[in-house]
């Protein structure tokens, strides 16, 4: 999984991504809502992690693996499915 940061979290809703915080992961998951302006966004809850907000003024950053695609798009943000959406 090539993971790049990704500073345009307005764009996240759907995407599975990695938060990190200092460098150290924090949690893996499903990007459900986003603030308008870029400035937070929703994980879904999943098993015993309920849903939460991450916000980019508590140093939080997000990573997203980057997976070429055939025709006209180049690229587009997704992950390895990381547990089975039910």
Same mark, same amino acid.
């Given at each position: 999984? =090539?993971?790049?940061?990704? %500073?345009?979290?307005?764009? #996240? @809703?759907? @995407?599975?991504? !990695? ?6 992961? /924090? *949690?893996?998951? #499903? $990007?459900?809502? $986003?603030?308008?302006?870029?400035? +937070?966004?929703?994980? @879904?809850?999943?098993?015993?992690? %309920? *849903?939460?907000?991450?916000? =980019? +003024? !508590?140093?939080?950053? /997000?990573?997203?693996? &980057? =997976?070429?695609?055939?025709? @006209?798009?180049?690229? *587009?943000?997704?992950?390895?499915? &990381?547990? %089975? #959406?039910?």
């Amino acid at each position: 999984m =090539k993971t790049q940061d990704y %500073p345009h979290w307005e764009l #996240l @809703a759907g @995407a599975l991504v !990695e938060v990190r915080q200092n460098g150290t992961v /924090v *949690r893996t998951g #499903l $990007v459900e809502q $986003v603030m308008l302006d870029g400035s +937070a966004f929703w994980m @879904a809850s999943h098993g015993a992690h %309920p *849903r939460r907000m991450f916000e =980019k +003024a !508590e140093g939080f950053t /997000v990573c997203v693996d &980057l =997976k070429e695609l055939d025709g @006209a798009q180049s690229y *587009r943000m997704t992950a390895d499915q &990381l547990f %089975p #959406l039910t």
